[in-house]
């Protein structure tokens, strides 16, 4: 049963089994956001700005940062997005590239200690990924598939993370800093989907003792209310064991739902979180309460109004 802890330069956020939910905020991507891919390209990072303020005060405890552009200089682009969220916001940062270059050029400029999403089980991306996060002392993110593909046997995913787990120990990565990632499915695409990753979830954690994240919106891939999904997937998978999720910091229903799970879980002394956000019967309080997994947990009225100006 094994705590990472992951930091910023002046703040400290704890995944754990016995700890409250991690939101991972997933604003910060160009994928799929076309002003946000232009502006990055041009140097712009104002929608980053406003991104990561928004996301942080809706709630997240960590933010995902990516700047994956197609022909761009991305190793460039990151560490500059990673150095200014830094300097607007003390939460910890998980830096997200399938560029080993990127990473690096990341890595190097960040205060702290950082979450790498992230790893698979091929051997290349294993021998390239892996001394970085050792040699930076950083936390990394296990993606359970390998050189055959996302396969559809959980059973399948499982071996691929236990051998990540057990490559990361030959670089002398302790369990603690892999974050397995069991790979959602559409639902709309694979009925079992939801059923497979919670019992992959739970053989993670009672069998390898790692620690656990997902894309939360990917499960409701296609489908209409796709927030109140995600969410409804989040508290089950939490449930399960999942101790934090890369997913909509900015949706009402997401904070809920992490909110949810931690008094179900007894991860909310006397409710007092919940109490705090929900005592009016709304969607989420002003004032800041404690979130228990490090810091503070902030207010979410704030956050919904500039939410409401952000690109989709």
């Known amino acids: 049963m094994s705590d990472t802890v992951l930091s910023s330069a ?3 956020v704890v995944i754990g089994f016995d700890r409250p939910f991690v939101i991972i905020g997933e604003r910060i991507n160009p994928t799929g956001r076309r002003k946000l891919a232009e502006e990055l390209t041009a140097g712009d990072f104002s929608t980053v700005v406003a ?10 405890h960590m933010l995902d940062v990516n700047a994956g552009i197609p022909l761009a200089d991305e190793p460039a682009i990151l560490a ?7 300097s607007i916001t003390d939460v910890p940062l998980c830096i997200d590239s399938s560029i080993v270059e990127a990473l690096e050029a990341g890595l190097a400029v960040y205060r702290g200690k950082a979450l790498v999403n992230s790893v698979t089980g091929e051997e290349e991306r294993l021998e390239s990924v892996l001394p970085l996060v050792k040699k ?7 993606i359970s598939n390998d050189e055959t593909g996302i396969s559809e046997d959980p059973d399948v995913r499982f071996a691929v993370a236990r051998r990540i787990v057990e490559r990361a120990a030959d670089h002398g990565i302790a369990r603690a800093d892999v974050v397995v990632d069991p790979l959602v499915m559409p639902i709309g695409a694979m009925g079992t989907a939801g059923r497979q990753v919670f019992r992959l979830v739970r053989r993670l954690r009672d069998e390898l003792g790692v620690n656990t994240t997902c894309g939360a919106s990917n499960i ?6 796709r927030h109140a999904l ?6 089950m998978a939490a449930t399960s064991g999942m101790t934090s999720a890369i997913t909509n910091a900015l949706s009402p229903d997401i904070q ?4 949810a799970a931690d008094v179900l879980l007894g991860h909310d002394p006397d409710c007092m979180t919940w109490i705090g956000r929900y005592r009016d019967g709304g969607a989420g309080g002003g ?13 979410g009225r704030e956050g919904r109004r500039r939410a409401t100006a952000q690109e989709p």
Request: proline fraction near 2%; glycine fraction near 12%.
């Open 230 to 235: 995600s969410a409804a997937f989040l508290t």
């Open 220 to 225: 409701a891939f296609g489908l209409p209310s």
């Open 51 to 60: 991104d990561a303020i928004a996301q942080v005060e809706a709630g997240a």
């Open 136 to 142: 930076y002392g950083a936390a990394v993110v296990a």
């Open 256 to 259: 809920r739902a992490a909110a």
């Open 80 to 86: 500059q997005a990673i150095e200014l969220v830094q």
């Open 10 to 12: 002046t703040r400290e």
């Open 287 to 299: 004032a800041a309460t404690s979130d228990g997994a490090g810091g503070r947990r902030r207010g």
